[in-house]
């Protein structure tokens, strides 16, 4: 699986989009591009996932830039329940490599 | 919305005692996955499990764990002589197939903790 690089912080305003990026330069084509999340110590949780062209579903939307070098996770009205970290993995296989994600923080 | 249950929630065993996690998948999914996270670090893929056989394993998974699906709803991981670095959160999930366009759905875990 290709390696992907995200921030290892960011804040939101609860009620604004947060919007959460990825880089994973090295992405081969037939790598999808997966979202999920931890809260607290709880399991996983399956957000989206694309390979090329953007996604939208009930919990977030996915933008896949046209190269598929990069993506972004958008949360569009971020509440605090949001809080988590959140885990973009390229996959090609069929394990899932968790990296140690981008610790969201949605504020009051 | 269907969902993967995990049991026991936190399991305490001595060391050298074997232990069995137990996982009931979503009813129409066929793959099995166990994963584990030590506290504090990454989740890390143990084994994949399919047919009755396992597809693929990690280094972690040596001779000491062991995957079974005993009926036609349970999806246990043995463990079969603990030490203290098999104290971790324990996740089983499973999927519709095997390959990368079909997402995994995760259960909530068993903290597994060894003294």
């Known amino acids: 699986d290709a390696k992907t690089t995200q921030p290892p912080s960011m804040d939101c305003a609860e009620g604004r989009a947060a919007n959460l990026p990825c880089n994973h330069s090295?992405?081969?084509?037939?790598?999808?591009v997966y979202w999920y999340r931890q809260i607290h110590s709880q399991g996983p949780q399956y957000i989206i996932h694309g390979l090329k062209n953007n996604e939208t579903n009930e919990m977030a939307s996915l933008i896949i830039t046209e190269d598929r070098k990069s993506s972004t996770l958008i949360l569009p009205h971020a509440t605090l329940r949001d809080t988590a970290v959140y885990y973009c993995?390229?996959?090609?296989?069929?394990?899932?490599?968790f990296g140690a994600g981008t610790t969201v923080t949605v504020r009051a | 919305e269907p969902e993967v249950t995990q049991t026991p929630s936190h399991q305490v065993t001595q060391m050298g005692q074997e232990v069995i996690l137990r996982c009931v998948p979503i009813?129409?999914?066929?793959?099995f996955y166990w994963y584990r996270q030590i506290l504090g670090q990454k989740v890390e893929f143990l084994v994949s499990?399919?047919?009755?056989?396992?597809?693929?394993k990690s280094e972690i998974f040596d001779d000491q764990f062991s995957v079974e699906r005993p009926d036609g709803s349970n999806f246990t991981l043995k463990i079969r002589s603990t030490k203290l670095e098999d104290s971790a959160m324990y996740f089983c999930?499973?999927?519709?197939?095997?390959?990368?366009?079909?997402?995994?759905?995760f259960g909530d875990g068993t903290r597994l903790s060894i003294l």
């Open positions: 009813s129409n999914h066929l793959y």
């Open positions: 499990f399919y047919n009755n056989e396992i597809s693929e």
């Open positions: 090295t992405i081969s084509g037939n790598e999808y």
């Open positions: 993995i390229a996959r090609n296989d069929y394990k899932l490599s």
């Open positions: 999930a499973s999927s519709g197939g095997l390959d990368s366009n079909q997402p995994q759905h």
